[in-house]
């Protein structure tokens, strides 16, 4: 097992879920059963499944955990497009949300080649 919190890669995508939280609190109040929740819970997702990874026994599964995290950082990402596309995250946001989702995404596929390549 492994301290996730010593990875970059968690406390960049914890600090991510804090911004989208905040972002995403000033969104239309009749989001707050659509978009929101989706755009939270995906990013939430990103942080959680590195822990969980992190947790679990073997290094394959701790990749596996590494994928679902990947994923959910592309579903953030859409996420993020439909929200600056709807209006409700300005376009400086959105750019600095997305800059730090690619360098979160690179991270993750490094950590999965750097793990792999020691199977």
């Excluded at 592309?74 to 993020?80: K, T």
């Excluded at 730090?100 to 596929?109: P, R, S, V």
Aim: charged share 25%; with cysteine.
């Amino acid at each position: 097992m492994v301290d996730y919190k010593k990875y970059h890669v968690w406390q960049r995508s914890h600090q991510l879920v804090l911004d989208v939280y905040r972002i995403t609190s000033t969104f239309p109040k009749s989001e707050m059963f659509t978009i929101v929740p989706q755009i939270n819970r995906a990013a939430i997702s990103i942080p959680t499944n590195i822990a969980e990874g992190c947790g679990r026994e073997t290094q394959k599964e701790l990749i596996r955990f590494l994928y679902i995290s990947s994923g959910s950082a592309h579903e953030v990402e859409y996420l993020i497009l439909l929200a600056t596309d709807l209006k409700f995250i300005n376009q400086d946001e959105s750019e600095r949300l997305l800059t730090e989702l690619l360098e979160i995404k690179k991270m993750l596929g490094s950590l999965i080649r750097k793990i792999k390549s020691t199977l």
